[in-house]
């Protein structure tokens, strides 16, 4: 490149600067500017790739996070205060000391906050000089360089296994097809690997990468956090414009695998990454409880003013009532005497510093201590810990423990979050003819579209093939069998393929022990089951590794799990499917236990190795990727030997169906078409996941004319997925059906038992689903969401008045029950499971729209609470959200969601309570959530105990910290009455202050952390003692002021009883304050001793640690402080004190006088024993075994009916549902039409028992 | 970015997972009765023995403001009159235990106000009363300024002559007030008075700092036991501050029978404050002063305690479930 070049270049970057506010971004290559000073640099403006997470500098961290510290009221509160001792006519008390406090409250926080700074400080650091090759024009080769070096514009090569520096437009790939694999765990969490291409027309014929040549100007849009969008154009020299997308970007912070070396030039660096840009901090929320707290510190402002207005006030009467001045009513030091009311007025403020302490400040650093020690248990639960992914819970929101003990209603997703989304193929219907049914006999007639169907499922998906020979962590040691060798026993492809779908549905049975139907049916041919042993034995692997291939499998129980890994280990063709979603390589490891083996996949071909062991290899036209608006993906081939261009198609039921080529010649394609739907209708009413294949053969014209339109589709930059949909479109008419395929998607494990505990613990579950109905229905029943009893309600209709009517209508029904939980308010324990028929309500996206349109939100609100459970199926992302907006606002009542899913973010920022579920599906969900979990019964431990903990905990803390600081404060205020209002305090500053930083605060800090009030076992035995947290029992506003009155109980008995005892003799000030600072250190100690339900040896260590430091420190302090306090100071009171009887004696009477009330009523409730937390406390002190026995007992008291002897095991009642469904309905209904979303008017559909007898009931 | 090296498995400790051993106090009547019951007798105990103490204390106080119902003194009520001595007459039926303690009682004097001389910022601490036209004032500050200045003589009437009962005003105040808070400037020339030099008395006194005591020369200054009785700042408006000990002589062992005379140097007003003054002789016991509350109190809530456990075995014998056993 020659010098004048170079300088028009660098014209043409200077002139570029003001574009930056452009909508998109121009870059060029940095080469030719290599070694010139930064100004000259073309792109320069753009953020280099050097990341700085921290908050502060060294030089920043005071002022800044000082400033950040400010912004908390409380903070600024006590500045103020802090300020008013230095306002002389306030006349406080050693201004310099009052400012420890808040001094000592900052400086904790600060240095918390520090720590936390230094930690990402550290790992900036780390990820910054992480090694990286980037092009020399000098070296005319890459250099090793850290991350930080690299630019906008750089030219960057990675190797395989090398984690992506920053996000990379790919242009040169060592794999010959110009793909790249990436491995995006790091990003979203999904393991699976994931294709990126290199530019067109950037395909070197030799292999070789010259940046140099690389002249074209890059236009791309602006750093977006959205992973899933990236588009722009390449301008080339020659005025050519090439479209690029995300399939043509590596992100920062993959990892490259299954290719040696990659290379491209950076678009987007460090915090402009779109790693980064999805990188937020934890997020800040405020609970229930700090939100209660802060009213309560308004009243504690309240309750301040009044004493300080009683202290004016007493003060100026106090003034007035000497006739003359006295000799101990100074003057001001000019020796002159102020007037009273002016007096009374600066009164107030001193009164104001004086009883400062009744604003319990450091309640607030107190309670974020607390939530750090709370969060640290919750993450190191060993039972919240799962081996697989070697993941513990994470909590991403750090002040909002304590709502997970008062939640009342959870959301949830279905997909990934009740299921495993681990999806095992179950059945498929081809040509119409549902594939395990006996009538269905011969077929060998049909063998071609047995061929399409299976090819589609093999083809039409984007799975990527990894196999043995490339560096994934997978191992593959020797396998003894010839892959080939059940391909000698075959001598039709039809009773292959019989046999094996025989053989792989009884496989699968046995597997999941599912009591498939297949058993049931007598049928065997003695030929299929001659050849069924030893195809067994193959299948049996190719079964097993099919299931646990996928890196992401999870299984919880850890014998079964290895057992799997076996079946990784035995892969016999080497061969691993990584799908973007699981659904697809359940159908391509289905399609390969037929023997369709998917060999290999690159971007323009399809390697498939038929049952009978030929090779095709299908040319790929196109493949047209899924989207949630068209439901539906289509791979364009051509075939290898008709040359025919077809089109496979697969999509939801309701997609394809549409567009099958119905008006036609054949009634039998109808019949096919209807047959196919009534399958697909009992797949779903079975619980599994339904999809419907689909092909069309292309004329060569056709896809000609429709090739070139896409293509300009592609290389537009403006609006391009629309046309591209549209193309999309377009090709996907007129398809013939080829079958569909039951997937099914498994629960997890212990679902049932969770949401059964949840339920008992008075939470309501509402499943929110994206799928359709039955599907939906019938996991529901499975999980044991709605009960074979229940009666449930349908609720589908589009039409406004008919919605109005049944919701009224609707309610009648329920009207029994709102008795009963009118009850149940009431306080009857438990009426919910033994009474009357239970409800369940099913509402349909559709549907629910409708009540928000129509403003029937209410009334749907007090119809779904009298149901057990509320499902609503294929709602959209923003329905659930809403829906959970509505139930949190209208109720007033805690709502936690929890989901697994991009689709699930709404909700789960709706909700108080976020919960994502690191699962399959990405990790979107988990990083707009609060809590991250593993599985959905972690739930169960994680509201139950830790929710109950941490609620309880906090709850108590915070009203103890109230009473701590009235009592303690009301003892100055008490005072005031002798000592004229003037602002007295009778116990020395010092030992004041410290009172409440040092000698108290510890102990409640490790109560809220520590205390246990009732073992996890007995919370997770008993979930019903979750409802105290829910109905906040153990912070209400009567608990509020009841513990005020103690406080003040305690307060004037802790003032009068010292005041009595040394009334009318020669005691001086301090002689007076020290009992009563150490009698009240005593009651507020042993007050917090009543309240702690288990003692530890922590709890011992600080208690007696606590009383220790005060006598050391204030006997040190009186021996010390000569001179501290003027004229009358502490100087060796303490020690005169301690050599007097009278001192203890007071202090005992006092202590036992100020805390029998209290104690006597713990003393009665426990005794009586009236609430269940009691009982349940009553029940930890028992042996394990008799725990257990009185656990059951107290279950079989409170519901009789609920006795879980008849328990069927969910996936037994499931299968058994499935055959019985499966048969009633193909004998009662003969080519139903069933269009079960276009019926205009409402179905109520009462439910009995599992589709039993089913009414229905017309409006 | 992970480490993909480590587990991430939490410790499996009993910390960690909340599993301490811990001790799980139920509150039941059961196991509360005997704890009421014990706790109860021994308050009723200590209560017996603390109102037996008490009640053997003798306490003779007399008020002598010479307003309102005191009728001693009230000659001297009148501020116009001074000096002012007045006689206040008692007799005593019975020996009074020794040693008797002399105290010298205000009521209604707030020593404990803020500003007026205790809790008030050291560097204004003697403002206004710091400076007398522009000399320093010592002792400076109001508290020094109102010293209480009324000085007493006891005599026994013996066969109607007075006797002198000797009043011992060593050791009056605190030890650590007088051998390491206050300290007198260095003696100059082996006077006191000449290290006072360059200072004033305050504003109230009639005499100056090192001239207070001229019958003892070494308690005279800061070291003064009187002024540093009265820097000791009382706790509430109503207190005693001792004045003099009854310990030498025929009257060690307390103050026989007989008919008394205090005679009372009255300079001291109270009137602008609505003061009351008033001269107490007491004994003491190992509990200090006479205190009869205290005894009372201990008995009450012993007498309750016992009255719990009672009311407490009844509650357990209702409400017991059989299943607990303790």
């Not at chain 1, 600066?346 to 104001?352: I, K, L, Q």
């Not at chain 1, 605060?1001 to 979930?1023: K, W, Y």
């Not at chain 1, 309240?1091 to 430091?1109: D, N, P, Q, R, Y």
């Not at chain 2, 009382?234 to 008394?260: C, H, M, Q, V």
Request: hydrophobic share 40%.
């Amino acid at each position: 490149m020659g010098s004048l070049e170079v300088w028009s270049l660098i014209k043409q970057g200077w002139r570029r600067k003001p574009e930056q506010e452009d909508k998109v971004r121009r870059l060029i290559s940095n080469l030719p500017y290599e070694d010139l000073r930064r100004k000259y640099q073309p792109n320069r403006q753009y953020a280099n790739n050097s990341i700085k997470t921290t908050k502060y500098t060294v030089w920043s961290f005071i002022p800044m996070n000082l400033f950040e510290q400010f912004h908390r009221f409380a903070n600024v509160y006590f500045v103020v205060i802090a300020m008013l001792n230095f306002v002389p006519i306030v006349n406080a008390f050693e201004p310099g000391v009052a400012l420890i406090p808040i001094c000592v409250i900052l400086i904790l926080t600060a240095i918390k906050d520090a720590w936390e700074d230094f930690r990402r400080y550290q790992a900036d650091k780390q990820l910054n000089n992480m090694p990286c090759s980037i092009y020399s024009r000098k070296e005319k080769d890459f250099v090793s360089k850290c991350w930080k070096d690299v630019r906008v514009g750089d030219f960057v090569k990675v190797v395989c296994n090398e984690v992506i520096p920053a996000d990379i437009l790919l242009l040169h790939s060592s794999d010959p097809n110009g793909v790249c694999h990436i491995e995006t765990a790091n990003l979203d969490g999904e393991t699976n690997l994931k294709q990126r291409q290199i530019v067109r027309g950037f395909a070197a014929p030799d292999g070789s990468f010259q940046p140099e040549y690389f002249s074209s100007i890059i236009y791309c849009e602006k750093p977006s956090n959205n992973l899933n969008r990236f588009k722009g154009y390449l301008d080339k020299p020659d005025k050519k414009k090439i479209g690029f997308g995300k399939e043509n970007l590596l992100l920062r912070g993959c990892t490259v695998r299954n290719t040696d070396e990659a290379a491209g030039i950076v678009v987007y660096a460090g915090h402009e990454t779109k790693a980064m840009l999805n990188n937020k901090g934890p997020r800040y929320k405020r609970s229930k409880l700090e939100r209660k707290v802060n009213t309560d510190v308004l009243f504690c402002v309240a309750l301040l003013f009044i004493m300080c207005l009683i202290g004016a006030l007493g003060y100026f009467i106090w003034l007035e009532t000497f006739p003359d001045i006295p000799p101990f009513v100074p003057p001001d030091s000019n020796n002159n005497y102020i007037s009273p009311a002016l007096s009374g007025f600066y009164m107030f403020f001193t009164m104001v510093i004086l009883l400062q302490v009744l604003i319990p400040i450091s309640l607030y650093v107190s309670i974020e201590l607390i939530k750090v020690g709370q969060i640290f248990f919750i993450t190191n639960d060993i039972d919240l810990y799962d081996e697989e992914t070697d993941s513990r819970i994470q909590c991403r929101a750090l002040n909002i423990t304590e709502d997970l003990g008062q939640i009342k209603y959870i959301f949830s997703d279905k997909t990934g979050t009740l299921t495993e989304n681990k999806m095992v193929f179950r059945r498929c219907s081809v040509m119409g003819i549902e594939y395990c049914h006996r009538e269905n006999g011969d077929h060998c007639n049909g063998s071609a579209s047995f061929m399409d169907f299976f090819l589609a499922l093999a083809i039409c998906n984007t799975v990527v093939v990894s196999t043995a020979m490339l560096p994934r962590q997978f191992r593959f040691p020797n396998f003894g069998g010839n892959p080939d060798k059940h391909n000698e026993n075959i001598q039709c492809l039809n009773s292959q393929l019989r046999c094996r779908l025989q053989s792989l549905l009884k496989r699968m049975g046995s597997l999941s022990h599912i009591v498939n139907s297949f058993q049931s049916i007598p049928e065997k041919s003695s030929k299929s089951r001659s050849s069924l042993k030893d195809v067994k034995e193959e299948e049996a692997e190719d079964y097993s590794d099919s299931g646990s291939n996928n890196p992401s499998r999870r299984n919880s129980s850890a014998s079964h799990h290895s057992e799997e890994e076996r079946g990784t280990v035995s892969d016999p063709n080497g061969l691993c499917y990584e799908a973007e979603s699981p659904d697809e390589a359940a159908l391509v490891y289905a399609a390969k236990a037929y023997g369709f083996t998917l060999l290999a996949r690159a971007p323009d071909r399809v390697t498939v190795r038929l049952p009978q062991g030929a090779v095709l290899s299908f040319e790929v036209l196109d493949t047209l990727a899924f989207d949630s608006t068209r439901k539906r993906m289509s791979v364009v081939v051509r075939h290898p030997i008709t040359r025919e261009v077809v089109i496979y198609t697969k999509g939801a039921d309701s997609a394809i169906m549409e567009l099958l080529d119905c008006h036609g010649r054949s009634n039998k394609r109808k019949k096919i078409a209807s047959k196919t739907q009534r399958h697909l209708d009992l797949y779903a009413s079975a619980g599994l996941r339904t999809l419907c294949i689909a092909k069309k053969v292309l004329s060569e014209q056709a896809y000609d004319d429709w090739a070139s339109i896409r293509q300009e589709a592609e290389s537009t930059i403006d609006n391009r997925e629309e046309l591209l949909m549209e193309t999309a479109v377009h090709l996907e008419t007129n398809l013939t059906l080829l079958g569909a395929t039951g997937i099914e998607d498994r629960l997890q494990d212990d679902v049932p038992a969770t949401i059964a505990a949840l339920r008992e613990a008075g939470i309501q579950v509402w499943v929110l689903t994206g799928d359709k109905n039955e599907t939906a229905v019938n996991i529901a029943y499975s999980c044991r969401l709605f009960n074979q009893g229940d009666m449930v309600f349908t609720l589908n209709t589009d039409s406004r008045s008919i919605l109005d009517c049944t919701l009224g209508e609707v309610r009648r029904y329920t009207a029994p029950s709102q008795s009963w939980s009118f009850q149940s308010i009431v306080g009857a324990v438990m009426p919910t499971e033994s009474t009357g028929p239970t409800f369940g309500l099913v509402i349909e996206g559709r549907t629910l729209s409708m009540v928000f349109e129509a403003h029937l939100q209410m009334k749907l609100l007090e119809l779904a609470r009298h149901c057990r459970s509320v499902l609503c199926c294929r709602v959209t992302p923003l329905q659930k959200s809403a829906v959970v907006k509505l139930v949190r606002n209208k109720l007033k009542v805690m709502t936690l969601s929890i989901g697994d899913g991009a689709n699930d973010v709404n909700m789960i920022q709706t909700a108080d309570i976020g919960i994502g579920i690191s699962g399959q599906e990405g990790m979107q969900a988990v990083m707009a959530s609060d809590f991250a979990i593993t599985h959905f019964k972690h739930l169960k431990k994680l509201l139950l105990v830790h929710g109950h903990w941490c609620y309880s905990r906090l709850a108590k803390m915070v009203i103890y910290f109230f009473y701590k600081n009235v009592m303690y404060v009301n003892l100055l205020f008490w005072y005031q009455f002798y000592c004229g209002f003037s602002g007295t305090a009778m116990i020395d500053y010092w030992l004041m202050i410290f009172f409440n930083l040092f000698f108290t605060s510890t102990p409640p800090i490790m109560f809220g952390i520590m205390d246990r009030d009732i073992s996890a076992e007995t919370l997770l035995g008993l979930p019903e003692l979750y409802k105290t947290g829910q109905n906040s029992e153990f912070y209400k506003r009567a608990t509020f002021w009841i513990v005020m009155l103690d406080a003040f109980y305690q307060s004037l008995v802790c003032f009068f009883i010292p005041y009595w005892t040394y009334q009318g003799s020669d005691i001086d000030i301090f002689t007076f304050g020290t009992p009563m600072n150490t009698v009240s250190l005593f009651t507020i100690l042993l007050h917090l001793a009543i309240e702690i339900k288990s003692w530890t040896a922590i709890h011992w260590g600080f208690m007696v640690g606590s009383v220790l430091l005060y006598f050391i420190v204030a006997l040190i302090f009186s021996a010390i402080c000569i001179n501290c306090n003027p004229p009358s100071n502490p100087y060796w009171i303490m020690e005169n004190q301690m050599a007097d009887p009278v001192f203890y004696l007071v202090c005992i009477i006092t202590t036992v006088v100020a805390l029998l009330p209290r104690y006597i009523i713990r003393v009665l409730q426990g005794t009586l024993a009236l609430s269940p937390l009691v009982q349940a406390r009553k029940l930890d002190r028992l042996s394990t075994e008799a725990r257990d026995q009185q656990i059951k007992n107290w279950k079989s008291q409170r519901s009789p009916s609920e006795v879980p002897t008849n328990l069927v095991s969910p996936v037994d009642s499931f299968s058994n549902s499935f055959e019985q469904s499966f048969y009633n309905s193909s004998l009662e209904r003969e080519m139903p039409d069933m269009q079960w979303d276009s019926n205009e008017e409402t179905q109520n559909t009462f439910s009995k028992g599992h589709r039993r007898s089913i009414s229905t009931m017309t409006v | 970015m992970k480490n993909q090296g480590t587990t991430n498995r939490p410790d499996n400790t009993a910390f960690d997972q909340q599993r301490l051993p811990a001790w799980q106090p139920v509150l039941s009547a059961g196991i509360v009765i005997p704890g009421f019951l014990l706790v109860g007798l021994a308050f009723i105990g200590i209560g017996v023995a603390l109102f037996v103490t008490s009640r053997s204390i003798q306490v003779l106080e007399n008020d002598y403001t010479g307003t309102g119902s005191s009728v001693h003194c009230s000659e001297c009520v009148n501020p116009k009159t001074t000096p002012c001595t007045c006689q206040l007459n008692f007799s005593l039926s019975a020996l009074f235990q020794g040693p008797v303690f002399l105290y010298y009682g205000l009521s209604n004097y707030f020593q404990n106000v803020r500003g007026y001389g205790s809790l008030r910022r050291p560097s204004s601490s003697c403002a206004p009363y710091q400076y007398d036209q522009n000399t320093t004032i010592a002792p400076c500050g109001s508290v020094a300024n109102s010293m209480f200045n009324d000085t007493f003589t006891l005599y026994q009437l013996v066969n109607a002559t007075r006797k002198t009962v000797p009043l011992d005003g060593k050791g009056i105040a605190w030890w650590t007030d007088y051998n390491i808070k206050f300290r007198n400037p260095p003696e100059v020339d082996g006077s006191l008075a000449a290290a006072f030099n360059g200072t004033v008395k305050p504003v109230n006194w009639p005499k100056p700092v090192y001239d207070l005591d001229p019958t003892n020369p070494a308690n005279n200054g800061f070291l003064n036991q009187d002024f540093l009785v009265w820097m000791r700042t009382a706790a509430l408006p109503d207190f005693w501050k001792l004045y003099r000990r009854i310990t030498e002589g025929e009257y060690a062992s307390g103050l026989p029978a007989g008919n008394y005379t205090l005679e009372i140097q009255y300079n001291y007003p109270v009137a602008n404050f609505a003061g009351r003054k008033s001269v107490i002789f007491s004994n003491t016991s190992w509990m200090g002063g006479k205190n009869q509350f205290l005894g009372i109190a201990y008995l009450v809530t012993g007498s309750l305690c016992v009255v719990m456990s009672a009311v407490m075995l009844i509650v357990y014998a209702k409400f017991n479930s059989p299943d607990e056993d303790f």
